[in-house]
């Protein structure tokens, strides 16, 4: 996890100077078009000088600061990604395609998952990414958007399936980072870097829900009694070491009668019994 984490934080331009070794070969041989490219390219460089200075709004395009373009000569690879502003092209031997270099997010459908504890749940999500290599993203994939896509389902899928519920419901940051760790080792050669992934919502078939949720108000009933029971002990303590003060003094437990019966005449109006203390009782018999 480690190692992954450290792969995960490498710059963009290490990455992408990484990448780069795999088409270098390729762009080298892009600057040999033969004969007949040599001519195709002057041929149009005469159309352009024949139809100046209308041609020059065929060959001057414009990309958005966000956006880089991608020029084929003949079908090969013409350097690098060009932008933002103005660029030139050749009518008629140059095709060039726009890269957007934005965040795109996308959500990732609902997955049908068996857990490693046989149980099958459904979990979507949402990725974050975005393009850091224009080139790569056009000549080394089809469809960017629709590869990483495919990625993300398979990854969730795969990367759920060794894990129990519980873990899942309860390290679901952690998983999420695992999933980015993955994705983006395995579409940076792509030029695509993944920036964040969340798991969206974890839907439980309703069967397991309803044991879940009587599972949980089992142990709320059995804290509910454990805390009662802890309360009666307490009291009974307390109750305990009262009757023992008071039987030291008797005096004490008078006048706990009569804060009683003082509680009493003001809650309503009845007959109350006052009985003698048995203390004077003692005495005059004495006499």
């Known amino acids: 996890m480690a190692e992954r984490t450290r792969d995960k934080v490498r710059t963009d331009t290490d990455v992408f100077t990484d990448v780069n070794e795999d088409f270098q070969s390729d762009e080298g041989r892009s600057k040999s078009s033969g004969f007949c490219g040599v001519f195709l390219t002057a041929l149009s460089f005469l159309l352009i000088l024949v139809t100046f200075p209308v041609s020059i709004w065929g060959c001057m395009k414009i990309v958005k600061e966000y956006e880089r373009a991608v020029i084929f000569r003949l079908g090969r690879l013409l350097g690098g990604a060009k932008g933002p502003g103005i660029f030139w092209i050749l009518p008629c031997v140059d095709t060039f395609r726009k890269v957007d270099l934005r965040t795109v997010s996308f959500n990732i459908p609902p997955q049908e998952v068996l857990t490693k504890d046989s149980v099958t749940i459904l979990v979507d999500g949402v990725v974050y990414y975005r393009v850091f290599n ?53 579409s940076k050669n792509w030029g695509i870097k993944v920036e964040r992934v969340e798991l969206k919502d974890v839907k439980l078939p309703t069967t397991l829900q309803r044991a879940m949720a009587a599972e949980a108000e089992a142990t709320r009933e059995a804290r509910a009694k454990v805390i009662a029971a802890e309360g009666e002990m307490k009291a009974s303590c307390a109750l305990k070491e009262a009757a023992s003060i008071m039987s030291e003094s008797p005096a004490a437990l008078q006048l706990r009668y009569l804060q009683t019966l003082s509680e009493i005449a003001t809650e309503r109006n009845s007959t109350v019994v006052f009985p003698i203390p048995m203390d004077i009782i003692s005495s005059f018999i004495r006499k």
């Open 134 to 186: 224009p080139t790569m993203s056009i000549i080394k994939v089809e469809d960017a958007n629709l590869a990483t896509q495919m990625l993300a389902q398979t990854t969730l899928r795969n990367m759920l399936g060794t894990k129990s519920l519980a873990d899942i419901l309860r390290d679901r940051e952690e998983m999420a980072e695992q999933m980015e760790v993955v994705l983006y080792s395995a």
